[in-house]
């Protein structure tokens, strides 16, 4: 069987968006959102009590992240829920930490993970 790789040519869009998802992943508490955001859509409140920041540092980086056009509110009566802003997202951060295991193997035990 053989296996083919379509090699996209790195236009400044493609650098561009690059650049925003490696910001967005810069901060610990972005890359907990999105990783968290994978699973399921969610309310702001409940992912600052999952990832036991404050609502208003959650709601920055939120901001940040929709300013990368990583992810969506949707108005629910008063609140918003968000969610990842594209499907492909989900499956690419799941391949991102797979790679992750790869290059840095011994960085998650039992104890959770480092890397």
């Given at each position: 069987m053989?296996?083919?790789?379509?090699?996209?040519?790195?236009?400044?869009?493609?650098?561009?968006?690059v650049a925003?998802?490696g910001h967005?992943?810069s901060?610990?508490t972005?890359a907990?959102?999105?990783?968290?955001l994978?699973?399921?859509?969610?309310y702001?409140?409940?992912?600052?009590?999952?990832l036991?920041?404050s609502?208003?540092l959650l709601?920055?980086?939120?901001?940040c992240?929709?300013?990368?056009?990583?992810v969506e509110?949707?108005?629910?009566?008063?609140r918003?829920?968000?969610?990842l802003?594209?499907p492909h997202?989900?499956p690419?951060?799941?391949?991102?930490?797979r790679?992750?295991?790869?290059?840095?193997?011994?960085c998650c035990?039992?104890?959770?993970?480092?890397c």
């Amino acid at each position: 069987m053989y296996s083919w790789r379509v090699t996209l040519t790195a236009s400044p869009t493609h650098t561009a968006a690059v650049a925003r998802l490696g910001h967005a992943l810069s901060d610990p508490t972005r890359a907990a959102i999105l990783l968290a955001l994978r699973e399921t859509p969610a309310y702001p409140s409940d992912l600052a009590d999952e990832l036991g920041v404050s609502r208003q540092l959650l709601s920055n980086h939120l901001a940040c992240l929709r300013g990368c056009g990583l992810v969506e509110g949707i108005p629910d009566g008063r609140r918003s829920r968000y969610h990842l802003a594209d499907p492909h997202l989900a499956p690419a951060l799941d391949e991102l930490m797979r790679v992750m295991l790869i290059v840095e193997p011994d960085c998650c035990d039992s104890d959770g993970c480092t890397c």
